[in-house]
């Protein structure tokens, strides 16, 4: 934990598999101690990653009343448009917490398998993105940025059943299908300090199996919870993807690896903590029937399972909605 962990991406998939092994022994001891670590070398083109934040960046610039227009049309549907107020991170974890500071746009997977006909998945996880009418690229550079990250989300996936001595190819059946969301998120501009206690991102732990976070370049007030029980800044490295370890995956490995809590804080305004700040955060869930039951590799002889088997789409929903105000 003295220096930020940093994973070559494009050297662990040229390497031969002696050294693949190598670097997944690195990224266990990673993933072991602190569920966080960043992924350079990605291969996603920039005019990827420029389209989408400079469409996102617009889309937060309009008016409310034009942002509403592609609004949540209730508490709980997960996609459009969430203004400030409508999210209380720390309510996953039961804390009573007031709102996080924040606005966000999310969107849900680009396709739907066929002869999908489970009730709750098509309700929540297949619910309608409700695209805004403006600005006019918002939808391609939205699409374009979520196939890119899917897929880079598979790749790391492999990383990591190197990682726990997995053939490389091991999670490939659990993610035909993702339920994955991304999701934009905009900490607006502050007049003054907020009132004690209420944070951009309230601490809380993701849901799923890994996440895929852009953060803008040179913003602070992302912290980690060390072991030792005190937070720890997490810093935004120049080219790369943070990623961290969620829920699903703590589960699937029986806690051998960290789903780290995690929130966005309140820098002092000599640090900039009153300026706006932006973000993209791609979830990568599995699919929804994929069984999520401790991998054997993660047991010892004789260690039992600490936690029963979970199906990864309503596991997701059940979380989901313990966040909305």
Same mark, same amino acid.
Request: aromatic letters at 12%; proline letters at 10%; hydrophobic letters at 40%.
């Given at each position: 934990?003295?220096?930020?962990?940093?994973? !070559?991406?494009?050297?662990?998939?040229?390497? !031969?598999?002696?050294?693949?092994? %190598?670097?997944? @022994?690195?990224?266990? #001891?990673?993933?072991?101690?602190?569920?966080?670590?960043?992924?350079? /070398?990605?291969?996603?083109?920039?005019?990827?990653?420029?389209?989408?934040?400079?469409?996102?960046?617009?889309?937060?610039?309009?008016?409310?009343?034009?942002?509403?227009?592609?609004?949540?049309?209730?508490?709980?549907?997960?996609?459009?448009?969430?203004?400030?107020?409508?999210?209380?991170?720390?309510?996953?974890?039961?804390?009573?917490?007031?709102? !996080?500071?924040?606005? &966000?746009?999310?969107?849900?997977?680009?396709?739907?398998?066929?002869?999908?006909?489970?009730?709750?998945?098509?309700?929540?996880?297949?619910?309608?993105?409700?695209?805004?009418?403006?600005?006019?690229?918002?939808?391609?550079?939205?699409?374009?940025?979520?196939?890119?990250?899917?897929?880079?989300?598979?790749?790391?996936?492999?990383?990591?059943?190197?990682?726990?001595? #997995?053939?490389?190819?091991?999670?490939? &059946?659990?993610?035909?299908?993702?339920? &994955?969301? #991304? @999701?934009?998120?905009?900490?607006?501009?502050?007049?003054?300090?907020?009132?004690?206690? %209420?944070?951009?991102?309230?601490?809380?732990?993701?849901?799923?199996?890994?996440?895929?976070?852009?953060?803008?370049?040179?913003?602070?007030?992302?912290?980690?919870?060390?072991?030792?029980?005190?937070?720890?800044?997490?810093?935004?490295?120049?080219?790369?993807?943070?990623? /961290?370890?969620?829920?699903?995956?703590?589960?699937?490995? /029986?806690?051998?690896?960290?789903?780290? #809590?995690?929130?966005?804080?309140?820098?002092?305004?000599?640090?900039?903590?009153?300026? @706006?700040?932006? &973000?993209?955060?791609?979830?990568?869930?599995?699919?929804?029937?994929?069984?999520?039951?401790?991998?054997?590799?993660?047991?010892?002889?004789?260690?039992?399972?600490?936690?029963?088997?979970?199906?990864?789409?309503?596991?997701?929903?059940?979380?989901?909605?313990?966040?909305?105000?």
């Amino acid at each position: 934990m003295s220096s930020f962990p940093v994973i !070559d991406l494009a050297a662990f998939e040229a390497a !031969d598999p002696e050294k693949k092994r %190598q670097m997944g @022994r690195e990224v266990d #001891l990673i993933c072991r101690a602190s569920g966080f670590l960043a992924v350079k /070398n990605h291969g996603m083109p920039d005019e990827v990653i420029n389209g989408v934040w400079t469409q996102a960046h617009d889309f937060f610039d309009l008016p409310y009343d034009a942002k509403d227009k592609s609004k949540a049309p209730f508490p709980g549907y997960p996609y459009g448009y969430l203004g400030p107020g409508a999210e209380a991170l720390a309510k996953s974890k039961g804390v009573d917490s007031p709102p !996080d500071l924040k606005e &966000s746009f999310n969107g849900g997977p680009l396709t739907m398998p066929p002869g999908l006909t489970d009730e709750e998945a098509l309700a929540f996880c297949y619910a309608a993105t409700i695209w805004p009418d403006d600005p006019k690229g918002f939808r391609p550079a939205w699409e374009a940025y979520y196939s890119s990250v899917t897929d880079l989300a598979a790749r790391i996936m492999r990383v990591f059943a190197v990682a726990l001595e #997995l053939p490389e190819d091991y999670f490939q &059946s659990y993610i035909g299908a993702p339920i &994955s969301a #991304l @999701r934009a998120l905009n900490y607006p501009e502050l007049d003054a300090p907020p009132p004690e206690g %209420q944070l951009r991102a309230g601490a809380h732990t993701d849901y799923g199996s890994l996440t895929i976070l852009l953060p803008q370049p040179g913003s602070k007030g992302l912290e980690i919870m060390t072991p030792e029980g005190a937070w720890r800044e997490v810093p935004p490295v120049d080219g790369a993807f943070v990623i /961290n370890i969620g829920d699903l995956m703590a589960r699937w490995t /029986n806690d051998r690896w960290v789903s780290t #809590l995690h929130r966005v804080v309140n820098v002092s305004p000599e640090e900039g903590g009153l300026k @706006r700040r932006q &973000s993209l955060a791609f979830f990568h869930q599995p699919d929804w029937f994929a069984s999520i039951e401790t991998l054997p590799s993660c047991l010892a002889e004789g260690e039992a399972a600490k936690y029963e088997p979970v199906l990864s789409g309503p596991y997701l929903m059940g979380k989901f909605k313990k966040t909305v105000m």
